[in-house]
């Protein structure tokens, strides 16, 4: 499995921008769907962005659709998210992993690559 090391968190007001980072060890990155994932206090982990090996296309969650964006650069092993027009309910850990689709949504690829930390964004209203 590979690591992920999610970064680029903080708090910040509604109506904000921040982006994202998350960088994969080991050689396969540039082979594999990605994903972003959130998980807010007291709930289950749900897929927020999806990009596919050769970042030519992209999946979002409706919640975050025309405000998110994601992106990657395969040279540097580094997956992005760009989060504008931040509300409170975006208030999360950030997540991301290898992303596959079954029953609807897209999932966090286990096969391919670990959970990291995570990193925690917070809104403020």
């Known amino acids: 499995q590979e690591q992920m090391a999610e970064s680029g968190g903080g708090l910040v007001q509604a109506g904000g921008s921040l982006r994202l980072s998350c960088v994969a060890s080991?050689?396969?990155?540039?082979?594999?769907?990605m994903g972003w994932f959130r998980q807010a206090p007291g709930k289950e982990r749900v897929f927020v962005a999806r990009i596919n090996p050769d970042g030519g296309t992209t999946d979002y969650a409706d919640s975050v659709r025309g405000r998110f964006t994601i992106s990657r650069d395969n040279a540097k092993n580094t997956l992005y998210l760009e989060m504008n027009s931040l509300k409170p309910e975006d208030t999360a850990i950030y997540y991301c992993n290898g992303a596959y689709w079954s029953g609807g949504t897209y999932h966090g690829n286990v096969d391919y690559g670990s959970w990291g930390r995570g990193t925690q964004v917070t809104v403020s209203s």
């Open positions: 080991g050689s396969t990155f540039s082979e594999y769907s």
